[in-house]
């Protein structure tokens, strides 16, 4: 459903990702690009103005020290504020304090009411939840009958009270769920054409009696921008907690599902991915980003690598450097912030311009790593201070102390010695900070 926007977005991220510095200038022709790709992806033109509006704030005040490329914080940039404005994290229902949880479900008629109610009960059933569906919809003909039908097809429960007043029917439909114990009730309503007239103060008179715990608006993702805009006219006239985007497995463009939690307000919770029952998904705004961006790896990567490296402690090392005072207790402190940053295999595989030939002879598996540190760990303060002062009994007592072999130890001290060597080198050069530093190699 993403398809056509993110091979868009992959090609103009590609660019910018390609570049070694970054401009202003840079910036804004990416940014103009990314709002192009969104515009044609029906993505809201306010929705999309504003959000390159907040990209190219963030990436203009980044600062010039930074742990990773330009581009690739560009793309973070990027992600991080798509997630956003597709709503941040994942919501799902929000069950009441005391049952029966009320979900009253409303829509444009056709929009995909009656199937969303049934996957949704289904979902809710399949986490545990006894459900009930309640049959709402006294006007088309037939209507009842095919909640039933699907009632019976998930092996839930429907209340019906053949065609009398809808406003009665959920009412006495909550009661009797309230009775039952019944933990969740989902409302299956008649579809509106419009957001006015007498079948909109209906719905508001359903609300307000039974006043449910969420008001889902099911909008048909195929129709764009039509659905936003319903969705906006619904949120003001009910209180609306979260949208429905159903039918996106068609060929919709995404645009609706990019800017609709902006417009109206409230997150998209689920979206309809098939006609059959258990064609429902979880609205996860983190992974919907990865999606549409294309750019998991690089995203991942920006992460750890903030997580770990911050600015100071990437600045001491700096000094360090320059001033050569590097110890074995920094050795130490480097591989742990290694560690920390998941699988080294991993890690370096990620890495653009990376490869885990140019790593060989640095011992970066996990295991190497605990090792190396289990030895240091059996120097005393002065040996870590001034590791030429490790003789060859030193050595032996250190390997016994750690349990390695003495041949480790030798290894490991020459090591730091290659090391400390090589980061004189590139610290008369201005290193980047952080994960361009010495012990991953320069690239
Ligand atoms: N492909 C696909 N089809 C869907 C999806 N959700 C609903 N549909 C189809 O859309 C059509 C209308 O669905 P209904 O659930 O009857 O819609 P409704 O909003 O209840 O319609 P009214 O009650 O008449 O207003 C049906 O043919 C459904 O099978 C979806 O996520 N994907
Ligand atoms: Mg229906």
Redesign the pocket.
Known sequence: MFEQLSEKLDAVLRNIRGLGKISEKNIRDTSRQVRRALLEADVHFEVARDFIKRVEKRALGVTVTQSVKPGDQFVKILRDEMASLLGSKASGISFAKRPPTIILVA??????????CAKLAKKLNHEGKSVMLVAA?VY?PA?ID?LKILGKQIDIPVYSEGHKNPVTICENAVKEAAANKTQVVIL?T??RLHVDGEMMQEIEAIASEVKPDETLF?ADGMTGQDAVNSAKAFSEALELTGTIL?????DARGGAAVSISKVTGVPVKFI????KMD?LDVFDPNRIADRILGMGDVVTLVEKAEKVMDEKKAEKLEEKLKDQSFTLDDFKDQLNQMRNMGPLDQLIGMMPGMNKKMMKGLNLDDRQLMWTEAIINSMTLNERRNPSIIDGSRRSRIAQGSGRTIQEVNQLIKQYFALQKMMKKMGKMKLPAGLNHPMMGAH
Do not use: H, P
């Open positions: 829509g444009l008629q056709g929009s995909g009411k009656t199937t969303t919809d088309r209507a095919q299956d008649a579809g099911v159903t039918k996106m497995d068609g309809g991915v098939s006609e064609g």
